[in-house]
């Protein structure tokens, strides 16, 4: 029996240095499966001094081995990426660090959706092939995996940019680049081993097989939308205040530091119910990380608290402090948080249940992206722009779209009562970057759907079904109906091989804002045309007939317009997730 499966998704496994390099050709199909270090065939890394002992593009390109220390990613280091938990090879500069993919039969074991890849492409153009997962019950799957370039592939999907490339001819001012590449895997099945593909150029450093993320839903997130300055904080505690969907008697953090181009260290962290303000009801309780009090994140990376016996109401809000012991003058955020949260005077604050040290308000959420609550059947995760991301809403009031669609779920018994991830950022685009990808940026609009979906879809906590409510800032950003039409399709496609439901909300109607053009309102009629009938997604939320004005199709109706023209108000949001069938919602 043979299963194809093709797409994206992440895992989770830690490796061992084990044993010497072997030849390629003696680990080629029909071979016994060997850890990935034995197969190990290339040198990626180099001292800075002795650019000459590697060669990871066969031209004399290296990763330079001080870059790397300085992004946190030190040989026989742990990786917590996308959710996938990968060890950067525990090797000197100049030795052997990575496999060129030849058709390797690679020994890895463990149940899950997910396989992922640490992997970089060579040649100018990346490198592509088609690979299979050997399953313990005799069954096999087959994957197609691409690394991009490492030197000229997207900021936007990189798991870690460095600074500079080395050569015997010294080093150049260049950024080299690394991916986390993900496959999923058929659910369910012992993996035996995996099967590498047969693509000239294509380097693997690390590989692993994700669990599925069974007895977690997440109950919170937001998504990174670019670095920011901040601060500059040193020795200093913020305190956020996040709003809960689904609750539990156990719960968990997740940290991120994406995009960023330096380790980033939380001394201690806690978390309590809110009370007012800063206040906490009761002591707030400590987090661990990996059983120590703290950690530090590597560029790029993310870290996971360790699970907590803590009960996290539904619907309510929590405050989540963590100790900066600092300095920090950048930090990755999610920039509209419609929410005020707050940062102390000097010292570690997360202890203490007054908010008297907490002088300073804060109107974005660094660093923290989710909260996960033990049991329940899973989540649901709204992906889009400033609308689900809550702009115009009454601050602090929680009054989003997502919020009132999970108020609604708590509320029933008809269908499974899912967490809801909202994972909207304003000024979002389908199919354009707006932040770059990399360095400190003044633009917080996020890389696109396109480049975010693996990240902020995909590697969420116990994803059940998307929702896609995007494009209205691509029209009026002048993208074409069919560029916007072809990445809803993509993104379509990339859940289905996922094996999640897949929705998408019509384009709300802006006639009146001044980009909202005649020729912006025909291109969004399009495109509305196209998510009504394509039959792509499984289902289609139609806000745009909800909020419309049956008068001026083209207008939103003035009780539902917050004034702008674009983003509808408190009553028009709510009317918005009031009109979600929550059967649709279901697998």
Not at 103 to 110: D, M, P
Not at 292 to 320: K, Y
Not at 381 to 402: E, F, K
Not at 486 to 493: H, P, V
Request: hydrophobic letters at 40%.
């Amino acid at each position: 029996m043979r299963r194809r499966v093709r797409g994206f998704a992440v895992a989770i496994v830690s490796f061992a240095f084990l044993a010497p390099a072997v030849s390629a050709r003696a680990t080629a199909e029909g071979a016994q499966p060997q850890p990935l270090e034995r197969l190990f065939d290339n040198v990626a890394v180099s001292d800075d001094a002795r650019p000459e002992l590697a060669n990871l593009d066969g031209y004399g390109g290296s990763l330079s081995a001080q870059d790397l220390t300085a992004a946190g990613w030190t040989p026989g280091r742990a990786l917590t990426l996308q959710g996938a938990r990968l060890t950067w090879p525990r090797r000197l500069p100049g030795e052997r660090d990575n496999v060129v993919a030849a058709g390797q039969s690679v020994r890895v074991g463990g149940r899950g959706d997910a396989l992922a890849f640490l992997v970089a492409g060579t040649g100018g153009a990346g490198a592509s092939g088609t690979g299979s997962v050997a399953y313990r019950d005799g069954t096999r799957s087959s994957y197609d995996l691409t690394a991009p370039d490492w030197r000229a592939g997207p900021l936007a999907t990189k798991a870690v940019a460095l600074p500079h490339i080395n050569t015997p001819g010294g080093r150049l001012a260049e950024q080299a680049r690394l991916y986390v590449v993900t496959v999923p895997l058929v659910r369910g099945l012992q993996v035996a081993s995996v099967q590498l593909p047969r693509a000239a150029g294509l380097h693997v450093f690390a590989l692993a097989v994700r669990s599925s993320g069974a007895g977690w839903s997440g109950s919170w997130a937001a998504a990174t939308s670019g670095v920011r300055a901040v601060g500059p904080w040193s020795d200093r505690t913020v305190r956020l205040v996040v709003h809960t969907s689904v609750g539990g008697s156990r719960m968990r953090l997740r940290l991120d530091n994406t995009f960023a181009a330096a380790p980033v260290r939380i001394g201690g962290a806690t978390v309590a119910v809110q009370k007012e303000g800063a206040t906490a009801r009761g002591v707030p309780v400590p987090l661990s990380f990996r059983g120590a009090r703290g950690t530090e994140i590597p560029a790029g990376a993310q870290a996971f608290s360790d699970p907590l016996g803590f009960v996290v109401p539904s619907d309510a809000n929590l405050l989540v402090s963590f100790h900066l012991p600092g300095p920090v003058a950048a930090a990755p955020v999610h920039q509209l948080a419609v929410q005020r949260s707050y940062v102390s005077t000097a010292g570690d604050h997360t202890a203490e249940g007054s908010g008297t040290a907490y002088t300073t308000t804060l109107t974005r959420w660094p660093l923290l992206t989710g909260v996960d609550v033990g049991g329940g059947p899973g989540s649901v995760v709204l992906l889009g722009d400033s609308i689900t991301d809550g702009d115009r809403s009454t601050t602090d009031a929680n009054r989003r779209w997502p919020d009132v669609l999970a108020a609604r779920l708590l509320k029933q018994r008809a269908v499974p009562r899912y967490g809801v991830l909202n994972q909207g950022i304003s000024g979002n685009r389908v199919v354009t970057d707006r932040y770059p990808g990399d360095g400190v940026s003044t633009d917080g609009a996020g890389v696109s759907a396109l480049h975010r979906f693996d990240r902020d879809v995909l590697a969420q906590t116990s994803v059940r079904t998307a929702v896609v409510f995007e494009g209205v800032n691509d029209l009026r950003g002048l993208t074409t109906a069919q560029q916007i039409v072809a990445g809803l399709r993509e993104i379509a496609d990339r859940g289905h091989a996922r094996g999640l439901r897949m929705l998408a909300g019509t384009i709300l109607p802006c006639e009146g804002e001044v980009r909202c053009t005649a020729a912006v309102e025909a291109e969004r009629s399009a495109v509305n045309a196209w998510i009504r009938g394509s039959g792509v997604f499984d289902a289609v939320l139609d806000f745009d007939a909800v909020v419309r004005d049956p008068r001026q199709p083209g207008r939103m109706l003035p009780a539902y317009d917050s004034g702008d023209h674009l983003h509808p108000g408190d009553a028009g949001l709510a009317a918005m997730a009031r009109s979600v069938d929550l059967r649709a919602l279901v697998p």
